[in-house]
């Protein structure tokens, strides 16, 4: 268990930076902003793939 001089250490961190409240900690950049746009990314590309599908009429199922 944290002693209370940690927690007070932590408070302070917490307290002084002057960014985005859900971008304070050392590793919120990564929940916060990669993993959106990697979903973003992956369904642009899904959506494109999907398209060219479309547009030139292959990958068909054949009989269904």
Do not use: C, N
């Not at 959106?36 to 494109?48: N, R, Y």
Request: charged content about 20%; hydrophobic content about 40%.
């Amino acid at each position: 268990m944290a002693t209370d001089q940690a927690i007070l250490e932590k408070q302070r961190y917490f307290q002084s930076v002057h960014k985005l409240t859900h971008l304070k900690g050392p590793r919120d950049k990564i929940t916060s902003v990669v993993i959106p746009w990697v979903l973003f990314g992956s369904a642009a590309f899904m959506m494109g793939t999907g398209l060219s599908k479309l547009y030139t009429g292959t990958g068909k199922k054949e009989g269904a």
